[in-house]
């Protein structure tokens, strides 16, 4: 029989304000254990909150951006269920009326386009953090991160396949940083999600689901949802049912592990929070929101096609991600030519940050600029020129610096090279006659035989130039 797998996420991501949603507490992440709280964000009897605006206007902000309808009254509504991260025993969160409800975003994976809907999306306190190994005897928990604003991004079950849904949340990781509401750093849980995933015979009615709680890292994502589905498809050729629960998923052992039977929306007891008063957003103001939006990756595709003719292989990765879209704009201020920076970026840029395991450009955009200019003017070659990018990588350092460091300089004195050239041509006498019979190959010795003269720092255009006018003497 075959089988189809049904994935719906629900992605949770922190948000960038400065303080917490119901208190002043910052939201900086790390510090000492619960230095980052205080009796507000902890719980403690008696205290009120108050709703942080920024949070709010970022929540509207994501909708707007993944073309969600706009809720001009909405509330925050008390979810209970105790956690030893959540002293209050239970969570501030929204529940039927959230922020934003039915939008959608637009993937593709191996070249074909998908449409996945956006259920909801709606705004909470984040929950501590537990620590099971910090101490022999017990768990001990650190609440610095309690109470940070989270937006909780909820689809439809509308993907069918891990690549369907590493490629929403890599899109959707992408917009987020782009508007700036979220910082996205996955290390430290600032975007994270849940895998809701069943399996049923194609065409069918839906499975039975499981939920894959907290993957931090789209590669555990991937992971995670095909060792799901693929355990899924073994239980129901056994004959036996699927049981619908909460999993942990153990990225060291590459399985997922059951934790509890999975709650639904009345196991919750949700009811209004009363120490909040409703949201109200004006239209004015949500359209004054839209208006601040940047212009987000299709919109920046487009018009790296159009104005910088780019074609749309590059243009597609280049605006996939933020830190390249906005690094490849810097540059092209300084080195108006669009395709030799995306080439530099989509080739020694993107491999030099995957060896370094890293999401940032270390060196200035005016570095890589000035690396370019000196290629062009001839200064130093490519290859020399790679050179210096990759020890950019490693140190703050200067190009002519660099260059003059490594004795990267290109030799182009006409005068110097002519020299070099005609001892080549005096040299090898059988390439010269080879060439004259019209073997192509024995011109390219003859480079080679000048490149290595000068320790590979010749002009080659220079070289090139230079023995066919000798040659043709």
């Known amino acids: 029989m075959k089988y189809e797998t049904v994935i ?26 619960n230095t980052h709280c205080c009796p507000i ?116 079950p509308d993907m069918n396949s891990p690549e369907e849904a590493v490629a929403f949340m890599e899109k959707l990781r992408s917009i987020l940083l782009y508007i700036g509401v979220s910082d996205c750093k996955m290390e430290e849980g ?83 929070e009363p120490d909040l008063v409703p949201i109200q957003i004006a239209p004015e103001r949500v359209d004054e929101l839209r208006s601040e939006l940047p212009e987000l990756p299709e919109a920046k595709k487009k018009r790296y096609i159009d104005e910088y003719n780019l074609p749309e292989y590059d243009a597609e990765i280049l605006t996939g991600s933020y830190t390249l879209a906005q690094y490849f704009e810097s540059v092209i201020a300084l080195y108006p030519e669009p395709k030799e920076i995306s080439n530099w970026l989509m080739g020694d840029v993107l491999r030099l940050m995957k060896d370094q395991d ?14 370019c200019t000196r290629v062009a003017e001839g200064a130093i070659s490519r290859s020399a020129g790679k050179t210096v990018l990759e020890a950019l990588f490693e140190e703050d350092n200067d190009v002519d610096a660099l260059i003059k460091q490594f004795g990267l300089a290109q030799v182009s004195d006409a005068g110097e090279l002519e020299g070099i050239v005609e001892k080549a041509i005096a040299d090898n006498p059988q ?28 002009n080659p255009q220079m070289v090139n130039e230079l023995l066919r006018k000798k040659l043709s003497e």
């Open 190 to 272: 600032s975007l994270r999600c849940d895998l809701n995933l069943s399996v049923r015979p194609a065409g069918g009615p839906l499975g039975t689901r499981t939920e894959m709680k907290n993957l931090n890292s789209f590669k555990s994502a991937f992971r995670a949802a095909r060792y799901e589905s693929k355990r899924q498809i073994k239980v129901l050729e056994k004959g036996e049912s699927v049981t619908q629960e909460t999993r942990r998923w153990d990225d060291g052992a590459g399985k997922s592990l059951g934790m509890r039977s999975k709650e639904e929306a009345h196991d919750y007891r949700y009811f209004p």
């Open 358 to 371: 890293s999401d940032e450009i270390p060196v200035p955009a005016n570095r890589l600029a000035a690396i």
């Open 41 to 156: 964000c902890v719980g403690m009897p008696g205290v009120l909150p108050v709703l942080n605006k920024k949070a709010v206007e970022y929540t509207v902000k994501t909708g707007l951006a993944l073309h969600c309808e706009i809720s001009n009254f909405s509330k925050m509504d008390r979810k209970n269920y105790f956690y030893p991260d959540l002293p209050k025993a239970y969570q501030i969160s929204q529940y039927d009326l959230p922020l934003c409800r039915d939008g959608y975003l637009d993937i593709e994976v191996e070249g074909t386009q998908k449409r996945i809907r956006i259920l909801r999306i709606h705004l909470e306190e984040d929950a501590g953090k537990l620590l099971h190994e910090a101490h022999d005897d017990g768990t001990l928990v650190d609440y610095n991160r309690g109470g940070v604003p989270l937006m909780e991004i909820v689809t439809q």
């Open 431 to 458: 390439s010269v006659e080879d060439y004259k019979a019209g073997k192509g190959k024995a011109l390219g010795h003859l480079m080679g035989q000048v490149m290595r003269a000068t320790k590979g720092k010749a």
């Open 8 to 33: 719906g996420l629900e992605v949770h991501a922190e948000l960038a304000t400065e303080s917490k949603i119901f208190c002043g507490c910052t939201t900086a992440f790390g510090g000492e254990p």
